[in-house]
């Protein structure tokens, strides 16, 4: 047998004798626990689970960076990316960053999937992310919310839990949730009519949109009627056709200058679809500067006073741009030098010769100069304070178009400064500053939604400023559910929902809005049926000068419909229709020759002797529409006559030429 190594056997001599194993410390009978070992196994448990909670810690903020880094490279590339492609994937990196629990990445991730941003619409998912950032304190995600039960899109219809929704969104500090709920005090929707409930919560949004205009100058978002559209009215005045885009392009590379500030301009601000494009921008009122013209000189001072991506601020060239337009007597240049001395930009500090330049610039009409004068006198900077002389400066400004003079018209009639205190007037004020803001975006691609077919798309687009309170964007929304195009909601609820919005659209004055009102009240669509209010709302309608109106209108007159039965006043309507449009010519010439027809077989005493009817026998016989058959007999009649006579013409000339 061979002999074991020395080492091994070393080893076995000094194995000790191998000890029970441990108890664990549960396993022990309570007798014998002691405190030592209670101790050293809870030492043991708060050492393993302090290990294991910096693990999940270090875990949670590596993902949480990762999402950060994901987010913000997915925006940089949604922000300066043009294709379709780099968005598709900048949507993938948010949704990666969303599965990592960034909160911004779900929110820009459930409105894609709400409204159909870049990728396809999806109204579980959308609700499903909701729902989530809503229980994590998601301002945002309370307010769609609110949006979603307030139409019933993908959750129940509930306006309870939409209105807090809205409260705990305005709670939070959700300017759209703020404005939502002005709105709903300002007219009492399914809360009570409070103004000045109204007043504080569109004072909240107002202030933060002057703000931020004080900062950039811009231009409202044009707000496309789809009625009009699709009674192809013309519509250059809101976007520009790409042929006609392409004739201002040749206009100014031949030396328009008057063109090339234009199409300056709309690069600048980037409205009547044309993109946003400060370099553009800047190339076209540069052409137009160099060749003299003042406004292109004007527009180049207030880019370099404003600094952007493409141009580098500069105070030094401001001046010199400004004062050149200024000495060709343009108001714009001489209210940037203002400016300047107003805010010691470059030159001192001096308010005595920046009023100087704003008055001189007020006298020829720019708006911004004397919006400038408003705030001089309305705090009292370098001139006497005087509320009267600064609420007519805003008052100007305003009529002018100028946004922030009509935020300091709100503060005078909220605080009753220099005017008398109008809650009315306040409220009204701030909601046309409110609308400025940048969701009014959404008008643009809501529309170009519409146009490529996306109808549920647009529909939840325009849904959602609809619940803003934005007049145009009720009457999309309404026209839209009229169409059997809409997918995302049950049919039973479309008219009812058509119904709300095109009441809640003719409140705001809309003539058409107040006809279609009027109609679902006399059919019954979405409502009862109701002769006396469907009255009411055509002559609201008529009132405007609405066609439409006037012959409803007089139909209701001629049958006594909801209103006492005058034949007079139903001709004296048929007429005025048809003064007022040229398009309701023919249908009030069949109307007014069924009206005649009707009151002379009414009159005619042969007829009430001879057959001793009455006209409601006929209704049985003939069927309550018997009019209108003996109208069409007519129309044949008169047709087949007019025929004959040409034909008889036609006959006569080859006569006379053989």
Known sequence: MKALPLALLALLALRVPAQEPEKSFENQTE??????????????????????????QAKKEKNEERGRHLYKTSIKI????????????????????ADLGNLKAMEKLAAALLFGYHVPQNITAAVALYETLAEKGSHKGQTVLGFMSSYGIGVEYNQAKALLYYTFGSLGGNLISQMILGYRYWLGINVPRNCEAALINYKKVAKFIADKLGKHDDMPVEKMRLMERSENMSYNNVFLDWDVQQYYKFLAKRGDTQIQVYLGQLHLVGRKGVEKDHSKAFYYFLKA?????????????????????AVIQSNATA???????????????????????????GVPLNYTVAFKYFEEAAEKGLADAQLQLGIMYHSGTGVKKDYKLAFKYFYVASQNGQPIAVYYLGQMYAAGTGVFRSCQNAVELYRSVCELGSWSEKFLTAYFAYQAGETDSSLVQYAFLAEMGYEVAQSNSAYILESEKVKILREDHKYPLAFLLWKRAAAQGNAFARVKTGDYHFYGYGTKKNYVTAAFYYS???????????????????HGLGIPKD??????????????????????????????????????????????????ELDNILGPHWDLLVVAVIVILLLLLISNRCAAGIQGTQQDTY
């Open 289 to 309: 500067a160099k060749a003299g013209n003042a406004n292109g000189m004007a527009f180049l001072g207030k880019m370099f006073l404003e600094g952007s991506v």
């Open 319 to 345: 001046f010199k741009y400004f004062t050149m337009a200024a000495e060709k007597g343009n108001a714009v240049g001489i209210w940037g030098l203002g400016l300047l001395y107003f805010q010691g930009r």
């Open 78 to 97: 949604l922000k300066h990316s043009k294709r379709k492609k780099e968005k598709n994937e900048a949507y993938q990196l948010l949704t990666k960053a």
């Open 567 to 616: 034949i007079y006043l139903a001709r004296m309507w048929y007429a005025v229709a048809a003064k007022t449009s040229p398009d309701a010519s023919i249908p009030v010439f069949l109307a007014t020759l069924k009206l005649e027809v009707t009151v002379f077989l009414r009159e005619m005493k042969f007829f009430k002797i001879i057959t001793q009817w009455k006209l409601s």
């Open 540 to 558: 609201l309608a008529a009132d405007h000068h609405n066609a439409q109106a006037m012959f409803n209108l007089a139909y209701m007159f001629e």
């Open 31 to 56: 007798d014998n626990v002691s405190k030592q070992e209670a101790l050293n196994e809870s030492q043991r448990l708060s050492v393993k689970d302090t290990f294991s909670s910096q693990e999940e």
